[in-house]
C-alpha cells in the first residue's frame, strides 16, 4: 500500500468526519438523518466525501453500496483501498475512520455495484441539498 496515499486519504476523511461530528444539525438542511450521525448516514455522507477528494486532492472513488440482511450500507472505494467514515454504526466495528484493503467486513454486504459518484448529477434538489451541506463542512473545517 502507498504510505502517503493512505496517510493523505486517512487524514483527510478524519478531518471530514471531525468537522460533520462537531458541526451544528442546523448545518444539514433537509436531512434530519445527520441528527443520529453516523447511523443512517453512509450514502450522503459518501457523496459528500467524494466531492472533498476529488475537489481537494484529485482522489477519484466509486460509490459502492450493499445490502446485509436488511441493513445496507455504503462506502468509497479507490483502487484496492476501502474508505468508510460511517462504518461504526454497526456494533461490531468501531473505527470511527476505516480506510482498508481488507474487504472481510465490507464483502458482508450483497449486491454490491460500484459507481461514480457525483452529486452535482443528481436531482436538483438531491444535487442544491449536498452542495449546501458540502458547503457547509467545508466552512465549519476552517473554524
Given at each position: 500500500m502507498d504510505q502517503e496515499l493512505y496517510s493523505k486519504i486517512h487524514g483527510s476523511a478524519s478531518?471530514?468526519?471531525?468537522?460533520?461530528?462537531?458541526?451544528?444539525?442546523?448545518?444539514?438542511p433537509l436531512s434530519s438523518w445527520f441528527e443520529r450521525f453516523p447511523l443512517g448516514c453512509c450514502g450522503d455522507t459518501s457523496d459528500l466525501l467524494a466531492k472533498?477528494?476529488?475537489?481537494?486532492?484529485?482522489?477519484?472513488?466509486?460509490?459502492?453500496?450493499?445490502m446485509r440482511?436488511?441493513?445496507?450500507?455504503?462506502?468509497?472505494?479507490?483502487?484496492n483501498l476501502i474508505i468508510d467514515i460511517t462504518a461504526d454504526q454497526f456494533d461490531?466495528?468501531?473505527?470511527p475512520v476505516m480506510i482498508t484493503t481488507d474487504r472481510t467486513w465490507h464483502s458482508q454486504f450483497v449486491g454490491q455495484n460500484p459507481k461514480s459518484s457525483d452529486f452535482d448529477t443528481f436531482t436538483d434538489r438531491n444535487t442544491v441539498r449536498l452542495r449546501t451541506i458540502y458547503n457547509n463542512i467545508?466552512?465549519?473545517?476552517?473554524?
Open positions: 478531518l471530514f468526519r471531525n468537522t460533520i461530528e462537531r458541526m451544528n444539525k442546523t448545518n444539514f472533498y477528494l476529488t475537489e481537494e486532492h484529485s482522489i477519484e472513488t466509486l460509490y459502492v453500496w450493499g440482511g436488511e441493513q445496507s450500507h455504503a462506502w468509497l472505494e479507490h483502487k461490531e466495528v468501531n473505527e467545508l466552512s465549519n473545517m476552517a473554524l
